[in-house]
């Protein structure tokens, strides 16, 4: 099946810092991404779906200054959590759909935000 | 609205007993319909799919899901489970254009040895 990558897996940041963390499709082009947050021991929820050349579509309830999401590329998608709070320690997943297959979203690893 | 049941929020099996998964889902259209499979700090993978046909579909590592449109399911069974099994198992709906992806809130699985 098609690849998804995520980096980082695993990051720390200070408390008011932005962190930004980068999904690639490795074998496919990706017009759309979307990425989800996973609170412990809960499901995923949709934040945001990422579209090439334009601009995020993003959830009700999600800041949009607060998650920023670029999707530059046919093959990245990028979110940045700006001035991060402890609050926003999370699982953050991204997934892609590869346009000639037959739906199914493929998922990154997983990035794991911890804010101190 | 659409949405998905998990009804079993953990279930623990012995290894080589049957496991059977359940899912419910409410969708207004046919439904696309997917699990995924999620080990500890990591992404999802996908284990099998129902878009149309046979009710009953294979997918790895043994896996099988039967749609029963009737009862708005979409279970999940194995015949032996073995101890590498042990995750958290998600189940989704997906729209018809495959925008929106919809999840349950998953049901970890525990296999005694």
């Known amino acids: 099946g098609a690849v998804v990558s995520q980096h980082p897996s695993w990051v720390i940041c200070k408390s008011g810092t932005s962190v930004k963390i980068e999904c690639r499709s490795l074998?496919?082009?990706?017009?759309?991404m979307f990425w989800y947050r996973q609170f412990p021991k809960q499901s995923l929820m949709l934040m945001a779906t990422?579209?090439?050349?334009?601009?995020?579509?993003?959830e009700q309830g999600v800041e949009k200054d607060k998650f920023l999401i670029n999707h530059a590329s046919l093959t990245l998608s990028t979110l940045t959590v700006t001035s991060a709070h402890p609050e926003d320690s999370s699982f953050y997943i991204c997934?892609?759909?590869?346009?000639?297959?037959?739906?199914?979203?493929?998922f990154g690893e997983g990035s794991r935000l911890t804010v101190l | 609205a659409q949405s998905v049941t998990q009804p079993d929020i953990h279930i623990t099996v012995s290894e080589g007993a049957s496991l059977e998964l359940r899912c419910n889902y409410s969708?207004?259209?046919?439904?696309?319909l997917f699990w995924y499979v999620q080990s500890p700090g990591q992404g999802l993978q996908l284990l099998l799919k129902?878009?149309?046909?046979?009710?009953l579909v294979q997918g790895i590592k043994g896996f099988e899901a039967e749609f029963k449109r009737s009862q708005s399911s979409f279970n999940l069974r194995k015949p032996s489970v073995h101890w590498s099994d042990a995750a958290e198992y998600f189940c989704?709906?997906?729209?018809?254009?495959?925008?929106?992806?919809?999840f349950g809130s998953g049901t970890k699985l525990n296999v005694k040895p």
């Open positions: 997934s892609a759909r590869e346009p000639k297959g037959a739906g199914e979203l493929f």
């Open positions: 074998d496919f082009q990706a017009t759309t």
């Open positions: 990422s579209n090439e050349g334009s601009k995020a579509t993003y």
């Open positions: 969708y207004g259209a046919t439904p696309y």
């Open positions: 129902y878009f149309s046909g046979d009710t």
């Open positions: 989704a709906v997906g729209e018809y254009n495959f925008n929106k992806f919809y």
